[in-house]
């Protein structure tokens, strides 16, 4: 919520709407091609209800194409990185066409900020699980747009009354005189038509497309046969292959090189040494790899990190013992500890984390005749991007061209505020192309670049305390969170960080639902040249890990069950809340406790709920821990209030998938550093979920008609507490520690 | 000149003797399908078959694949190919899609030897393919269903 509030502010800062002239492309080749038409100030009501909407604003946005051959085209302006946002996006359009989902495609927009901006960034570009929201109203408009462009050709052509003409499943028909048309059909005379003024957008009851489980997503074929084309796969004439070094220790720089060997090696064209690292080019990716290997390299470490993380983690425990920065306060903690019957204190401690997208960072670009260049990326800035390159090359944003791609994940590591890997490539084309080889080049980061790279999940430390009164209610609540934080130094900084206090490392704590009449919540911000980033779900990876945690501890010491102590403190206040809550407990059987297995292993559920970027989720896990003190999650039940489901199947994968994610780094995964050498190098120490982990995972979907809000991270926040709360209600256990590998329980 | 047999064409290849096979597939015969995701045999991105059994490619050396059959998922045919990718399209299994390519390469390996796999035998059979989209529920389901579109 907080993040989504502050990013849109931070478009209203950053985005200035320059109202360009209204410029409907039609009629191009015979297509219909629509646009629409949302103000970017417009996102400030959210509840802009359902009806009629005028659109007539001066920011013409092209999202709909529909061609001779009957095909609907959507252009989808978020990067589809496995979230689904392509088949959404695609949804809400068809739903107000009334389209046959089988005619329906989606493509990635072209990157254009004025065309394409994100509402909640001011710039091109997809984040915070704002795709959705950001795009319902303007989809639902221009699908609406179109329809009434086909229908009034339609009601032109055969001179009836355009009243009296239906659509359904992509056809146009006229019942009395039993005329009927398909889209392809009417494309040309619906491409002259004027775009109408105003739209009627359905009502919820109307839908057939949006909320249905049926619908396959757009891509569910050509991901499965190898077709699908990721960055990865760009192979352009007279392509080159690079591949970087970069410093083994955050903040180190080069100081010497001895490329000799490597340039010794078959295939290699080139070594560039540049202000991001070492570069070896090569006529393919494995003399590029070969040759990296063969470099010798000196590196100034005068500013890098050469501390471990053992040592890190013991000044921010330190930390966590002295005031910080005010991020929340109500009422006087400190008098309300005094009176309590039961103070609890906990502290939580959460590794770096990184993102680890199944493809591996890359990017090809090719610089053009007239300066400018063309970018083939899973680009998620791209409103970053442009400016970013530009300014490296000398040439204007808009001469830089990024073809959006299929990304194979991303969990945030493809969204920098320094458009990093892109950055890279664009280093070392500038560099070859001054001496002379003007050539496309293809930049491959290996897993251990990834691995090693940096851009974590800051490292965290809670230390949380709370207070209960004779009759177990929740009295007072302290808790200090120290972080890195990724967005000081950065664009987003203004917006982001306020009174010294980084939203991004609070959300979740700070504005904490449960009722407590005296709550103190400080903010610790520490530094390192270690670079961080968002990680799917962000702030609330850990703030809800140890708020929910936390919170079971209590209600254990209050003598209380779980669901029943969380819902006494949401009270009335929060009816989304308790709605999953109860939802989630049911389905699972909450009320009647697991038998220990066979075997005499302890069995037990846990429980958690959240609220992440407006949509609320509750985990309920089911735990089995052997005599050996070994977990293991067997099923877990989610439910999720999204608001309007738009796609079903799409929001039940990505809560599968969010759950498989949280969980999967809670068990095992860490990146830790030694002397500031990162220990992890590939996914055998980074060892990620595998198949034998993943519990059975049972998602519910609660019915709505609020506004739809997004899925890509909500999924994530409560899985892992849920875990370790049940482990908790099995055994006592109390897993403070992340990953669970370091209480020797996996 | 190294010559190998990849979807049942002989291609030949003028590469060190040493490089993969990942490598000679996508970057000297432009065939993508195949994917890079760890290069050290821990994720399964890049799996083929060699001669019928689900192989890491990153770890094949050009020359240890003379005289085999290899089949990329481009070449994929058959009941049991068609089967499991029928299964992964009604499931709507993929997310990213990057990982998918070596579940099917090794969920077909699976399929093509037995149509009655328990939960142990599609764990042992697919654990070394990772999917950090966490698709494994569906993967799990979509295995079983293409088994019992195999048998019948
Ligand atoms: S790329 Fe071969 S197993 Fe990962
Ligand atoms: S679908 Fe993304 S890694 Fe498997």
Redesign the interface.
């Known amino acids: 919520m907080m993040l989504r509030q502050l990013l849109r502010q931070a478009a209203s800062n950053v985005a200035e709407p320059t109202p360009s002239r209204r410029a409907f492309l039609k009629g191009t080749g015979g297509a219909l091609v629509i646009s629409a038409v949302v103000p970017l100030g417009s996102f400030a009501a959210e509840s802009a209800a359902p009806g009629i909407v005028g659109p007539a604003d001066p920011r013409p946005n092209l999202f709909v194409r529909v061609a001779k051959d009957n095909t609907v085209t959507v252009l989808v302006k978020h990067l589809d990185?496995?979230?689904?946002i392509m088949t959404g996006l695609t949804t809400i359009v068809a739903e107000e066409l009334d389209a046959d989902w089988s005619q329906m495609r989606g493509e990635h927009a072209p990157a254009d900020s004025k065309l394409y901006g994100n509402h909640f960034f001011g710039i091109q570009g997809t984040g915070g699980s704002t795709a959705v929201a950001n795009s319902w109203d303007e989809l639902r408009m221009a699908g609406a747009a179109a329809r009434t462009m086909l229908v009034n050709a339609a009601a032109a052509e055969w001179k009836v009354p355009a009243d009296q003409i239906t659509v359904a499943k992509g056809v146009v028909s006229h019942k009395a005189s039993g005329k009927s048309a398909t889209f392809g059909q009417l494309a040309e005379a619906a491409s002259k038509q004027p775009i109408p003024a105003k739209v009627t957008l359905k009502e919820p009851g109307q839908y057939s497309l949006i909320g249905n489980e049926t619908l396959?997503?757009l891509?569910?074929?050509?991901?499965?046969?190898?077709?699908?084309?990721?960055a990865?796969?760009i192979?352009r004439p007279n392509q080159v292959?690079a591949v970087l070094a970069r410093s083994p220790r955050f903040g180190g720089t080069v100081k010497s090189v001895d490329d000799k060997a490597a340039r010794a090696i078959?295939?290699v064209i080139d070594v560039l040494t540049l202000p991001v690292g070492v570069a070896v080019v090569a006529k393919?990716?494995?003399a590029a790899?070969k040759g990296r290997e063969a470099l010798s390299i000196q590196w100034d470490d005068a500013k890098a990190e050469k501390r471990g993380t053992d040592q890190m983690l013991a000044e921010y425990r330190a930390q966590a013992k002295k005031p910080g920065t005010k991020a929340a306060r109500k009422g006087d903690t400190g008098a309300a500890f005094k009176t309590a019957a039961k103070v609890v204190e906990a502290e939580y401690s959460f590794p770096y984390l990184a993102h680890?997208?199944?493809?591996?960072l890359n990017a090809t670009l090719e610089i053009k005749a007239d300066g400018g260049a063309e970018i083939w990326a899973g680009s998620q800035f791209q409103g970053i991007e442009q400016p970013v390159v530009a300014g490296i090359l000398g040439t204007t944003p808009d001469k830089v061209k990024i073809n959006t791609l299929?990304?194979?994940?991303s969990?945030g590591r493809r969204a920098t505020t320094t458009a990093d890997y892109i950055a890279e490539v664009a280093l070392i084309a500038k560099a070859l192309a001054a001496k002379g080889k003007k050539v496309p080049v293809h930049l491959?980061w290996?897993?251990e670049d990834d691995i090693q790279g940096g851009r974590y999940r800051p490292m965290v430390v809670h230390r949380v305390k709370g207070g209960l009164d004779k009759a177990g209610k929740l009295i007072a609540w302290e808790q200090a969170i120290v972080t890195q934080s990724f967005i000081a130094d950065t664009p987003f900084a203004q917006v982001m960080i306020k009174d010294g206090v980084d939203a991004t490392a609070v959300e979740g704590a700070s504005d904490m639902a449960y009722a407590v009449p005296n709550l103190s919540v400080d903010y610790h911000q520490m530094a390192s040249p270690v670079t961080t980033l968002w990680w799917r779900s962000v702030g609330h990876t850990h703030t809800a890990y140890a708020k929910e945690a936390f919170i079971e501890e209590l209600a254990a010491a209050a003598g209380k069950d779980g669901v029943a102590f969380r819902l006494e403190l949401l009270g009335d206040a929060h009816p989304r809340l308790t709605g999953v809550l109860k939802l989630a407990a049911e389905k699972a059987g909450w009320s009647k406790p697991l038998a220990p297995a066979a075997d005499g292993s302890k069995r037990a559920r846990g429980v958690a709920v959240h609220e992440s970027f407006s949509s609320f989720v509750a985990h309920v896990a089911e735990v089995t821990v052997s005599k050996d003190g070994k977990i293991k999650v067997d099923r877990v039940v989610v439910a999720v209030d999204c608001g309007v489901p738009v796609n079903p199947?799409v929001i039940k994968?990505?809560i599968?998938?969010?759950?498989?994610?949280g969980i999967?780094h809670a068990l095992r995964d860490q990146i830790t550093l030694t002397d500031g050498l990162v220990d992890q190098s590939?996914?055998?120490g980074y060892e990620?979920?595998?198949?034998?982990d993943?519990p059975?995972?049972e998602v519910h979907i609660v019915a709505s008609t609020a506004r739809p809000t997004g899925v890509g991270e909500p999924g994530v926040p409560t899985a892992a507490p849920a875990v370790a709360n049940a482990v908790f209600r099995a055994t006592g256990q109390k897993l403070h520690d992340l990953p669970f590998s370091k209480a020797g329980v996996v | 000149m190294i010559s190998l047999d990849i979807n049942g064409k002989v291609r030949e290849v003028d590469?060190?003797e040493d490089?993969?096979l990942l490598?000679v597939l996508?970057?000297?015969l432009?065939m993508?399908?195949?994917?890079?995701?760890?290069?050290?045999a821990?994720?399964g991105?890049c799996t083929v078959h060699v001669d019928g059994q689900p192989t890491r490619s990153c770890q094949l050396p050009a020359s240890a694949a003379v005289g085999a059959k290899i089949t990329?998922?481009?070449g994929?045919s058959g009941k049991a190919a068609a089967a499991v990718?029928k299964a992964?399209?009604d499931l709507?299994?993929?997310?990213?899609?990057?990982?998918?390519?070596g579940q099917?390469m090794a969920a077909t390996a699976l399929i093509a030897e037995n149509q009655n796999p328990t939960d142990a035998d599609?764990?042992a059979a697919?654990?070394?393919?990772?999917?950090?989209?966490?698709?494994?529920?569906?993967?799990?389901a979509a295995v079983k269903q293409a088994a019992k579109l195999a048998r019948t």
């Open positions: 990185k496995g979230q689904g396959h997503r891509d569910h074929v050509s991901k499965t046969n190898g077709t699908a084309i990721f990865m796969d192979r292959t078959p295939g393919n990716t494995w790899i680890a997208p199944m493809e591996p299929w990304a194979g994940g969990f491959v290996t897993r199947n994968a990505q599968e998938g969010g759950t498989g994610f999967g590939n996914f055998d990620p979920m595998r198949l034998s993943m059975e995972v | 590469v060190p490089m993969p490598w996508r970057d000297e432009n993508t399908g195949t994917k890079f995701g760890c290069g050290v821990q994720c991105a990329t998922i481009e994929l990718q992964w399209a709507d299994v993929v997310q990213c899609g990057y990982c998918q390519s099917v599609i764990e697919l654990d070394g393919n990772v999917c950090r989209c966490a698709t494994y529920v569906r993967i799990k």
